[in-house]
């Protein structure tokens, strides 16, 4: 009994937990965006998700891209926003660094 309690707890220890906060860039797809007043509402919706410390929405490519603090927000989240306020958006291919 003590053993396999042992074991379960050196196996969690073993996971990669993200522990440490990192400040991450995700650019997403915002195709509904048709006018150049949209931009201003993506903008806005993503501006107000805790966490995000910078938002620019680039009109011409139909493109947001945000820097987030990933200890308090993710994709999901972001992606969310955009879509309560009326733009439905995905992440863009993983961005390297
Ligand atoms: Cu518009």
């Known amino acids: 009994m003590n053993s396999i309690k042992k074991l379960s707890i050196s196996l969690l220890?073993?996971?990669?937990?993200p522990v440490l906060a990192e400040t991450k860039t995700v650019t997403l797809d915002v195709p509904s965006m048709?006018?150049?007043?949209c931009p201003i509402t993506?903008?806005?919706a993503l501006s107000a998700v805790p966490g995000v410390s910078r938002t620019?929405?680039?009109?011409?490519k139909r493109e947001a891209i945000v820097t987030y603090d990933d200890a308090k927000t993710n994709v999901a989240a972001l992606t969310k926003?955009?879509?309560?306020?009326?733009?439905?958006?995905?992440?863009?291919?993983?961005?390297?660094?």
């Open 13 to 17: 220890l073993a996971l990669p937990l």
């Open 56 to 60: 620019d929405v680039i009109f011409a």
């Open 81 to 97: 926003a955009t879509l309560d306020a009326g733009y439905p958006s995905t992440e863009k291919g993983q961005e390297k660094k």
């Open 42 to 44: 993506v903008k806005k």
């Open 34 to 37: 048709t006018c150049p007043v």
